[in-house]
């Protein structure tokens, strides 16, 4: 059976090379319909002021294309248990990337703990469930 992640999910990510940024506010807002998946986010940095980025995503494993601020972003979205595995491809020009997330709820379905892997790197990001 598949996890609902719908709700709306804040946290503050400190200071890290993986984002390349200073510490931010993260707030992501999902809306999970199985096999639809719908994920608009919310970054706000210190000199970068509010950032939006609006991802749609199919749980089967079926690719989705978005082409968003100059790039190409492919994902695949697929469950592992009551794990999702987001595996992301995106392209600008030549520069190509490839970001594989898994996302998971933990402390009763009140924390969405997202592990994002990048370059060789991993990093964790733990959001609280936000009331109303």
Same mark, same amino acid.
């Given at each position: 059976m598949a996890v609902d992640f719908s709700g709306r999910w804040r946290g503050e990510v400190p200071v890290d090379e993986f984002f &390349?940024?200073?510490?931010? +506010?993260?707030?992501? +807002? %999902?809306?999970?319909?199985?096999p639809l998946l719908q994920r608009t986010t919310v970054m706000s940095a210190p000199g970068y002021g509010l950032q939006h980025l609006l991802m749609?995503?199919?749980? +089967?494993?079926?690719?989705? $294309? &978005? $082409? +968003?601020?100059? !790039?190409? %972003?492919r994902t695949q979205a697929h469950w592992e248990g009551r794990e999702l595995v987001l595996n992301t491809? %995106? *392209? !600008?020009? &030549?520069? *190509? *990337? &490839? $970001?594989?997330? /898994?996302? /998971?709820? /933990?402390? /009763?379905?009140?924390i969405l703990t997202m592990q994002i892997e990048r370059n060789g790197k991993k990093n964790t990001i733990s959001l609280g469930r936000c009331n109303g």
């Open positions: &390349r940024v200073t510490s931010f +506010t993260l707030l992501v +807002t %999902i809306e999970h319909l199985e749609n995503y199919l749980t +089967t494993g079926s690719e989705v $294309v &978005r $082409v +968003t601020h100059g !790039m190409t %972003i491809d %995106i *392209q !600008m020009g &030549r520069y *190509q *990337q &490839r $970001v594989v997330a /898994r996302w /998971r709820l /933990r402390g /009763r379905g009140k």
